[in-house]
C-alpha cells in the first residue's frame, strides 16, 4: 500500500516507496520508526495494539547498528507464483469418455454426463414429449411460448431432424437477442436511470441495450464481443457502435448532486468498472483486495490497483448514434429549428447574458470565493462534459455544444441573480417554449460510451481503499496468476481486452460456458458463476466444462454454436419429471439425470402472458417503456424527480426486456420475481415464492389485460362451444390439451362464475365492459375468471 516493505535489504532500501525507508545509523530518520510508532501519516498496525516501547527501541538499536538482514531471507513478489487451482490451468480439450449405455448418447456434452451417471449407477431420464420439448427449446432460446400451430406442426413432423430445425429457427429468430440479452444486462447491471439521491433519467441507456441485441442477433463472436465493450473506442479507426458498445462501462451508478467530491465519484466508477469486469469476464471476486490482498485467491491489492489503473482515464462520453431512418427527417428539419431557437435567444436577450456569465463562471472555478458561493455552485453543477464546452472557444463548439451551454445557462443562471431578475427576464417561459420546440423536431439518437481522458491523472494503491489516502503510485497491469500479458509501454483498455478474450486466458471461456449451462439448467456445471477462485465450488464435471470451453474457442467464439450443441443435446432434452430414487442422492440433480424445472424470469412471466392472449408489441429494440403501477409508486423516490409517465398504445404492451427499470423505485413486478436491483453485476438471479406473487399475477394491470384478452380472442375465433374455447386456450397457454379431469373441473368452475355473473351486472362489467358479437357480458366475465386462472397455473408459470 505504503511501498514500505522489509522483506528484502533492497525492498526496505531501495523499493517503490520514494522516501527514506530505513536510514542506516539514524533510526530518527527512518520510515519503519515512523510508522511503528504513530509519528507518521500511516500507523501499524492501523487497529489493535502496537508494538510496546520496548519493542520500538529494539528496532532503533537494530537500525542504528546497521540493519543487517539475514542472507537466505528470499524476495517474495506478490501473485507470481503459478497456482495449482483448478480453474488457473490452461483449457485442454479432453478426450470423450467410453459409454456403455451408447443409446443415451446424441452428442459429446451427453457422453460425460451418462459417465459420470454410469459411476454412480443412475440412468438417464427418458426423453420429454414432444410438446413440453418445444415449449421448453422455445421459452430458452427466444423467451416466449410457442404458437398453436408452431407446436402442431412440430408434433406432426414425423421426418428425421425435426427437433434440429425447430431449434436452427429459433436461432434465426430476432427475438434470440431479445432473450439473451436480458441475461447479459443482468451481468451489466443495467438500469434506465442514475441510482443515488436524484436517481435522474438516462434517456439513451437503450442505444447499448440494442447494440447487445444485435450483437447476439448477428452471432458476434464473443471475444470480439468483449473486446468492444471494454474497449471499443480505442480500437483503430473506431466505429460508432464499437464506441456505443463501451456502453457497458456506462451502467455505472452516477450521482449528478451539485455538492459531490468528483474525484470520489470518479474513482468509485473506475472501481466499480474494474470489479465488474473481473466478475463478468474472469468469474473472479478480485474486488476483494480492494483494500488489503485477497484473503483466499492469489490476488495483491497492488494487482488490484493494475487493473484499476485501466480503467481510472475513462471519462464519459456522449455520441451521436442515429438508428435507421432518423437522419432524413433530421437533417430536413434542423433549419427551421435553429432559426426559430436563434430567433427566441434573441427576442429574449440571452446571447449577452451568457457572454457576461461564461468566463466569470470559469474564473469562479479558478478562485473560489472570489465571487461567493453562488458563483462557485455555477460551476460545480457543471457536468464533466458541459465543463469542457465552457472552457472551449465560443467558435470551437459545435452547434449541439453550443445549444447544450445555452440550456445549461437557461436554467442555472437563476442562482446567480436574484429571483426577481431571472422573472423579469422571462426565461422560465423561454426554456418552455424551447422544449415544445424541441418536441416538434426530430432529435438523433445519443449513445453513452467512455473515452480515455487526454491527461488522465496517476494511478496509485489506495489504503485501505480510501481515495483521500493514496499510497504508491501503480501502472496497469494484470493478475500474474493467469496468462502473460504481453504489452507495450504503455498498455490500456485495449491491451487489457485482448488478455482477457485470448485463448490462453484459462477463465473467460470456462466463466461464459459456464454461466450458458446454468441457463438450460438452472445451476451452472460451477455452482459459483461469478467465483471461480478458491472459495468458489469446484465443477460437477470438471472435463466436460473444459470440452465446453474448448469447444467455444475454437468454433470461432459462437455463441449460438454453443447453444445449439447444448440444446441438441440427450441431457438437455430429457424429462423434468422428479425419480423417487433421485431424492436422496441427488436433491440438486447437480448430475444430470434428469432437466430441471425452473420457474420463468420476471420478464419472461409477463412475456408469456402477452404472448398467449395475443396481446405483445413484438418490435425489438428502441426506447423503455414505462406499463400501468400503483398508484403513488413514484412517490417513494426522492424530491418528485421521479416521474413515470404511463406508455399508451400498443408500447405498453412489448416485452419485459423494455420496462423502465428506475433504480430508486423499480417496477414493482420485476422485483416480486426477483428482477437484480441493477446496482451491481448479477450472475445468477434467485427464485423465491411468495404470496405476493400470486396477487401479483391474479391483480396487475398487465396480466387482468392478458386474460381479458385471450377471453375475447377465445370468443371471436367463432368456437362453438366452452370445451373447444378451453382446449384452445390450453394449447395458447400451454402447448397442449386438458386432461379429462382437468376440462371437467375448469368448466365446472366457467359455469359457477357465469351463473354468478348473471345476478351481478355490475361485478361483470368490471371483469369485462367490452361487447364481443355473440357473447352475453356474463360469458365473456366468466372467462375472463376462467383465463386468470389459466395464466396462474403453476405450469404456465414454469419451463418445465
Given at each position: 500500500m505504503s511501498g514500505l516493505r522489509l522483506d528484502h535489504p533492497e525492498a526496505a532500501l531501495a523499493g517503490a516507496y520514494s522516501g527514506p525507508v530505513i536510514k542506516l545509523g539514524n533510526s530518527a530518520g527512518s520510515r519503519l520508526i515512523q510508522v511503528v510508532s504513530g509519528e507518521g501519516?500511516?500507523?501499524?498496525?492501523?487497529?489493535?495494539?502496537?508494538?510496546?516501547?520496548?519493542?520500538?527501541?529494539?528496532?532503533?538499536?537494530?537500525?542504528?547498528?546497521?540493519?543487517?538482514?539475514?542472507?537466505?531471507?528470499?524476495l517474495k513478489k506478490a501473485g507470481s507464483a503459478r497456482s495449482s487451482h483448478w480453474s488457473y490451468q490452461p483449457i485442454h480439450r479432453p478426450e470423450l469418455p467410453p459409454v456403455k449405455e451408447t443409446q443415451f448418447v446424441r452428442n459429446a456434452i451427453d457422453a460425460f454426463v451418462v459417465t459420470r451417471l454410469e459411476q454412480e449407477q443412475i440412468s438417464p431420464s427418458e426423453e420429454a414429449d414432444r410438446r413440453t420439448l418445444i415449449r421448453r427449446v422455445?421459452?430458452?432460446?427466444?423467451?416466449?411460448?410457442?404458437?398453436?400451430?408452431?407446436?402442431?406442426e412440430f408434433v406432426t413432423d414425423k421426418r428425421p431432424g425435426a427437433y434440429e430445425r425447430v431449434v436452427d429457427r429459433l436461432l434465426h429468430s430476432p427475438h434470440y437477442g431479445e432473450k439473451w440479452a436480458r441475461h447479459w444486462l443482468d451481468l451489466a447491471r443495467y438500469a434506465d436511470s442514475d441510482g443515488y439521491e436524484k436517481d435522474l433519467p438516462r434517456p439513451y441507456a437503450w442505444r447499448w441495450r440494442k447494440w447487445v441485441i444485435d450483437a447476439l442477433n448477428s452471432d458476434q463472436p464473443f471475444d470480439q464481443f468483449t473486446i468492444d465493450q471494454i474497449a471499443g473506442d480505442l480500437l483503430p479507426n473506431s466505429t460508432v457502435e464499437?464506441?456505443?458498445?463501451?456502453?457497458?462501462?456506462?451502467?455505472s451508478l452516477t450521482n449528478r448532486e451539485g455538492g459531490i467530491d468528483r474525484e470520489q465519484l470518479r474513482v468509485e466508477q473506475a472501481v466499480d468498472r474494474t470489479n465488474t469486469v473481473s466478475s463478468v469476464w474472469l468469474g473472479l471476486t478480485v474486488g476483494c483486495a480492494q483494500c488489503h490482498d485477497h484473503k483466499y485467491d492469489r490476488i495483491s491489492q497492488n494487482e488490484y490497483y493494475q487493473l484499476f489503473a485501466f480503467f481510472s482515464p475513462a471519462e464519459d462520453s456522449e455520441l451521436e448514434a442515429p438508428v435507421a431512418g432518423e437522419v432524413g427527417p433530421y437533417l430536413r428539419s434542423l433549419p427551421e429549428y435553429q432559426k426559430k431557437r436563434s430567433e427566441l435567444n434573441k427576442e429574449y436577450g440571452v446571447e449577452p447574458l451568457q457572454k457576461e456569465w461564461e468566463p466569470k463562471v470559469i474564473d469562479a472555478s479558478r478562485n473560489p470565493g472570489k465571487y461567493g458561493g453562488d458563483w462557485d455552485l455555477a460551476w460545480t453543477v457543471l457536468w464533466n462534459d458541459e465543463?469542457?464546452?465552457?472552457?472551449?472557444?465560443?467558435?470551437?463548439?459545435?452547434?449541439?455544444?453550443?445549444?447544450?451551454l445555452a440550456d445549461h445557462f437557461l436554467e442555472w443562471y437563476s442562482a446567480v441573480v436574484s429571483k426577481q431578475r431571472y422573472t423579469d427576464l422571462k426565461f422560465k417561459e423561454l426554456r418552455d417554449k424551447l422544449a415544445k420546440l424541441s418536441e416538434t423536431n426530430p432529435a438523433l439518437t445519443e449513445a453513452s460510451a467512455i473515452a480515455d481522458m487526454q491527461s488522465p491523472p496517476k494511478a496509485h494503491v489506495l489504503i485501505r481503499g480510501d481515495f483521500q489516502n493514496p499510497g504508491i503510485e501503480v501502472q496497469p497491469g494484470v493478475l500474474a496468476v493467469l496468462n502473460p500479458f504481453s504489452t507495450g509501454a504503455k498498455p490500456n483498455r485495449l491491451d487489457l481486452a485482448r488478455w482477457i478474450a485470448a485463448k490462453e486466458n484459462p477463465l473467460t471461456a470456462r466463466v461464459a460456458v459456464n454461466r450458458m449451462w446454468q441457463a438450460f439448467f438452472g445451476c451452472g456445471l460451477v455452482a459459483t458463476p461469478s467465483d471461480f477462485g478458491t472459495q468458489g465450488e469446484r465443477p460437477t464435471h470438471p472435463e466436460l466444462l473444459d470440452w465446453l470451453a474448448a469447444e467455444f474457442q475454437e468454433s470461432g467464439w459462437s455463441v449460438k454454436h454453443m447453444h445449439k450443441l447444448i440444446v441438441e443435446s440427450a441431457t438437455y432434452r430429457q424429462s423434468s419429471q422428479s425419480r423417487k430414487e433421485l431424492e436422496s442422492r441427488d436433491a440438486d440433480n447437480r448430475l444430470l439425470a434428469r432437466q430441471s424445472r425452473i420457474r420463468l424470469e420476471a420478464e419472461l412471466l409477463r412475456d408469456s402472458a402477452l404472448s398467449a392472449s395475443g396481446l405483445l408489441d413484438p418490435m425489438i429494440?428502441?426506447?423503455?417503456?414505462?406499463?400501468?403501477?400503483?398508484?403513488?409508486?413514484?412517490?417513494?423516490?426522492?424530491?418528485?424527480?421521479?416521474?413515470?409517465?404511463?406508455?399508451?398504445?400498443?408500447?405498453r404492451y412489448r416485452r419485459g426486456l423494455y420496462i423502465f427499470f428506475q433504480r430508486t423505485v423499480p417496477y414493482p413486478q420485476l422485483m416480486m420475481f426477483d428482477a437484480p436491483d441493477s446496482n451491481v453485476s448479477c450472475p445468477k438471479r434467485e427464485r423465491s415464492t411468495t404470496p405476493l406473487q400470486a396477487l401479483n399475477l391474479l391483480n396487475d394491470p398487465v396480466f387482468f389485460e392478458a386474460a381479458q384478452s385471450m377471453a375475447a380472442e377465445l370468443w371471436r375465433e367463432n368456437l362453438k362451444t366452452d370445451a373447444d374455447r378451453l382446449d384452445t386456450a390450453f394449447r395458447l397457454a400451454l402447448a397442449r390439451q386438458p386432461s379429462a379431469q382437468e376440462k371437467d373441473r375448469m368448466l365446472s368452475y366457467l359455469d359457477q362464475q357465469r351463473n354468478r355473473l348473471r345476478n351481478e351486472p355490475k361485478l361483470a362489467a368490471s371483469l369485462f365492459a367490452g361487447e364481443v358479437e355473440g357473447a352475453s357480458s356474463a360469458d365473456l366475465a366468466a372467462w375472463v375468471a376462467l383465463t386468470r386462472v389459466i395464466l396462474n397455473l403453476d405450469e404456465f408459470l414454469t419451463r418445465e
Amino acid at each position: 500500500m505504503s511501498g514500505l516493505r522489509l522483506d528484502h535489504p533492497e525492498a526496505a532500501l531501495a523499493g517503490a516507496y520514494s522516501g527514506p525507508v530505513i536510514k542506516l545509523g539514524n533510526s530518527a530518520g527512518s520510515r519503519l520508526i515512523q510508522v511503528v510508532s504513530g509519528e507518521g501519516k500511516i500507523k501499524m498496525p492501523p487497529a489493535g495494539p502496537g508494538l510496546k516501547p520496548e519493542e520500538i527501541a529494539t528496532l532503533r538499536r537494530w537500525i542504528d547498528q546497521g540493519a543487517v538482514w539475514p542472507a537466505s531471507l528470499p524476495l517474495k513478489k506478490a501473485g507470481s507464483a503459478r497456482s495449482s487451482h483448478w480453474s488457473y490451468q490452461p483449457i485442454h480439450r479432453p478426450e470423450l469418455p467410453p459409454v456403455k449405455e451408447t443409446q443415451f448418447v446424441r452428442n459429446a456434452i451427453d457422453a460425460f454426463v451418462v459417465t459420470r451417471l454410469e459411476q454412480e449407477q443412475i440412468s438417464p431420464s427418458e426423453e420429454a414429449d414432444r410438446r413440453t420439448l418445444i415449449r421448453r427449446v422455445s421459452l430458452d432460446l427466444i423467451g416466449l411460448p410457442p404458437t398453436p400451430t408452431e407446436v402442431e406442426e412440430f408434433v406432426t413432423d414425423k421426418r428425421p431432424g425435426a427437433y434440429e430445425r425447430v431449434v436452427d429457427r429459433l436461432l434465426h429468430s430476432p427475438h434470440y437477442g431479445e432473450k439473451w440479452a436480458r441475461h447479459w444486462l443482468d451481468l451489466a447491471r443495467y438500469a434506465d436511470s442514475d441510482g443515488y439521491e436524484k436517481d435522474l433519467p438516462r434517456p439513451y441507456a437503450w442505444r447499448w441495450r440494442k447494440w447487445v441485441i444485435d450483437a447476439l442477433n448477428s452471432d458476434q463472436p464473443f471475444d470480439q464481443f468483449t473486446i468492444d465493450q471494454i474497449a471499443g473506442d480505442l480500437l483503430p479507426n473506431s466505429t460508432v457502435e464499437q464506441k456505443v458498445a463501451t456502453g457497458f462501462h456506462r451502467n455505472s451508478l452516477t450521482n449528478r448532486e451539485g455538492g459531490i467530491d468528483r474525484e470520489q465519484l470518479r474513482v468509485e466508477q473506475a472501481v466499480d468498472r474494474t470489479n465488474t469486469v473481473s466478475s463478468v469476464w474472469l468469474g473472479l471476486t478480485v474486488g476483494c483486495a480492494q483494500c488489503h490482498d485477497h484473503k483466499y485467491d492469489r490476488i495483491s491489492q497492488n494487482e488490484y490497483y493494475q487493473l484499476f489503473a485501466f480503467f481510472s482515464p475513462a471519462e464519459d462520453s456522449e455520441l451521436e448514434a442515429p438508428v435507421a431512418g432518423e437522419v432524413g427527417p433530421y437533417l430536413r428539419s434542423l433549419p427551421e429549428y435553429q432559426k426559430k431557437r436563434s430567433e427566441l435567444n434573441k427576442e429574449y436577450g440571452v446571447e449577452p447574458l451568457q457572454k457576461e456569465w461564461e468566463p466569470k463562471v470559469i474564473d469562479a472555478s479558478r478562485n473560489p470565493g472570489k465571487y461567493g458561493g453562488d458563483w462557485d455552485l455555477a460551476w460545480t453543477v457543471l457536468w464533466n462534459d458541459e465543463r469542457k464546452i465552457l472552457l472551449k472557444p465560443s467558435s470551437e463548439r459545435t452547434r449541439k455544444e453550443s445549444d447544450k451551454l445555452a440550456d445549461h445557462f437557461l436554467e442555472w443562471y437563476s442562482a446567480v441573480v436574484s429571483k426577481q431578475r431571472y422573472t423579469d427576464l422571462k426565461f422560465k417561459e423561454l426554456r418552455d417554449k424551447l422544449a415544445k420546440l424541441s418536441e416538434t423536431n426530430p432529435a438523433l439518437t445519443e449513445a453513452s460510451a467512455i473515452a480515455d481522458m487526454q491527461s488522465p491523472p496517476k494511478a496509485h494503491v489506495l489504503i485501505r481503499g480510501d481515495f483521500q489516502n493514496p499510497g504508491i503510485e501503480v501502472q496497469p497491469g494484470v493478475l500474474a496468476v493467469l496468462n502473460p500479458f504481453s504489452t507495450g509501454a504503455k498498455p490500456n483498455r485495449l491491451d487489457l481486452a485482448r488478455w482477457i478474450a485470448a485463448k490462453e486466458n484459462p477463465l473467460t471461456a470456462r466463466v461464459a460456458v459456464n454461466r450458458m449451462w446454468q441457463a438450460f439448467f438452472g445451476c451452472g456445471l460451477v455452482a459459483t458463476p461469478s467465483d471461480f477462485g478458491t472459495q468458489g465450488e469446484r465443477p460437477t464435471h470438471p472435463e466436460l466444462l473444459d470440452w465446453l470451453a474448448a469447444e467455444f474457442q475454437e468454433s470461432g467464439w459462437s455463441v449460438k454454436h454453443m447453444h445449439k450443441l447444448i440444446v441438441e443435446s440427450a441431457t438437455y432434452r430429457q424429462s423434468s419429471q422428479s425419480r423417487k430414487e433421485l431424492e436422496s442422492r441427488d436433491a440438486d440433480n447437480r448430475l444430470l439425470a434428469r432437466q430441471s424445472r425452473i420457474r420463468l424470469e420476471a420478464e419472461l412471466l409477463r412475456d408469456s402472458a402477452l404472448s398467449a392472449s395475443g396481446l405483445l408489441d413484438p418490435m425489438i429494440g428502441g426506447p423503455s417503456i414505462r406499463p400501468p403501477q400503483p398508484a403513488g409508486l413514484t412517490n417513494l423516490g426522492y424530491g418528485n424527480f421521479v416521474k413515470w409517465p404511463e406508455s399508451t398504445g400498443r408500447e405498453r404492451y412489448r416485452r419485459g426486456l423494455y420496462i423502465f427499470f428506475q433504480r430508486t423505485v423499480p417496477y414493482p413486478q420485476l422485483m416480486m420475481f426477483d428482477a437484480p436491483d441493477s446496482n451491481v453485476s448479477c450472475p445468477k438471479r434467485e427464485r423465491s415464492t411468495t404470496p405476493l406473487q400470486a396477487l401479483n399475477l391474479l391483480n396487475d394491470p398487465v396480466f387482468f389485460e392478458a386474460a381479458q384478452s385471450m377471453a375475447a380472442e377465445l370468443w371471436r375465433e367463432n368456437l362453438k362451444t366452452d370445451a373447444d374455447r378451453l382446449d384452445t386456450a390450453f394449447r395458447l397457454a400451454l402447448a397442449r390439451q386438458p386432461s379429462a379431469q382437468e376440462k371437467d373441473r375448469m368448466l365446472s368452475y366457467l359455469d359457477q362464475q357465469r351463473n354468478r355473473l348473471r345476478n351481478e351486472p355490475k361485478l361483470a362489467a368490471s371483469l369485462f365492459a367490452g361487447e364481443v358479437e355473440g357473447a352475453s357480458s356474463a360469458d365473456l366475465a366468466a372467462w375472463v375468471a376462467l383465463t386468470r386462472v389459466i395464466l396462474n397455473l403453476d405450469e404456465f408459470l414454469t419451463r418445465e
